[in-house]
């Protein structure tokens, strides 16, 4: 059988999730084409992601929602060898480049919460010296079974490495509820600490500081997440962001107008993204509020 077929197929079954998303990012073009598939939609798209890994596309993966799985990246095998003594087995481990691993940790059987999961990747990257600007709920890992097509990885005969999938064990690590339980402990109680914080701030902000604070949470998440960022989420993710900091809905439009990534393939519908997502977002805020 198919060699990439079968690593696919033992890579998301390890996952245990029902819904994918998929990222096909083109080096030549800076461009992330997005796709969103269940398991067997992706199983019978193999066959077109290899035409398009060959044509020059790194093919990334990531489950849709925060579901219990933690990523780390850019560990050699000596980290993931303390990561399995540490009782942090990965649920997956890929070699992406030559004896360069990431994966993800499976510390709960259900979804958590997305600032729990990205307090998680970022301890593990500290603690075990990873990528720390990886280190994020959302961060896309790589598909196994396609090449690596960044062009330092490419061999004196031309040829790129093929992502392998060095582990698809896929249970919760032995350590894993107990590193959430202490995630979610911190993660509680930095919220509280922040909400007279909060509202100090609200105070101090003006119409003339939306596009400087916009640009500044922009560039933020564009030095997070590199190539892998996917405009609306950034939208959405500043937006909350601003809302909880009692910026208006006024002022927010403006801000997105002026600095919104996703507005340039919008044309025509510009104001009407920016209706839905202000819509959204105020909705979710005023549900976290009861």
């Not at 790194?58 to 489950?63: K, S």
């Not at 510390?107 to 919460?113: A, L």
């Not at 109680?189 to 596009?211: C, F, N, T, Y």
């Not at 997440?225 to 006024?250: C, F, H, N, Q, T």
């Amino acid at each position: 059988m198919d060699k990439t077929f079968l690593a696919v197929s033992k890579q998301l079954k390890a996952f245990a999730v029902d819904i994918f998303e998929v990222g096909l990012y083109s080096r030549c073009e800076d461009k992330m084409l997005p796709r969103t598939w269940n398991t067997q939609e992706l199983l019978v798209a193999i066959p077109w992601l290899k035409r398009m890994n060959l044509d020059g596309h790194d093919i990334y993966i990531r489950p849709q929602g925060s579901q219990g799985l933690i990523f780390f990246d850019d560990l050699n095998q000596s980290k993931v060898d303390c990561l399995i003594v540490d009782g942090l087995r990965p649920a997956l481990l890929l070699e992406s480049s030559p004896m360069n691993f990431h994966g993800w940790l499976r510390v709960s059987e259900n979804s958590i919460e997305e600032g729990v999961s990205t307090l998680l990747c970022k301890n593990i990257a500290v603690k075990y010296g990873g990528d720390k600007d990886s280190a994020d709920w959302r961060h896309y890992g790589r598909l196994a079974g396609f090449t690596n097509q960044k062009p330092g990885y490419v061999d004196e005969t031309g040829k790129r490495p093929f992502v392998l999938l060095r582990s698809s064990w896929g249970k919760v690590c032995p350590k894993g509820p107990e590193m959430l339980i202490r995630a979610q402990t911190i993660f509680e109680s930095r919220k509280e600490d922040q909400k007279p914080k909060r509202r100090l701030i609200a105070v101090s902000h003006g119409l003339g500081d939306i596009i400087p604070f916009y640009n500044s949470e922009l560039l933020s998440l564009e030095a997070r997440y590199g190539e892998a960022m996917d405009a609306s989420r950034a939208d959405w993710m500043i937006v909350k962001k601003m809302i909880a900091l009692g910026y208006s809905r006024e002022q927010l439009n403006e801000a997105m107008l002026q600095c919104s990534p996703a507005l340039k393939r919008r044309g025509s519908h510009a104001e009407n993204y920016i209706a839905l997502t202000l819509d959204k977002a105020f909705k979710r805020a005023e549900g976290e509020k009861l």
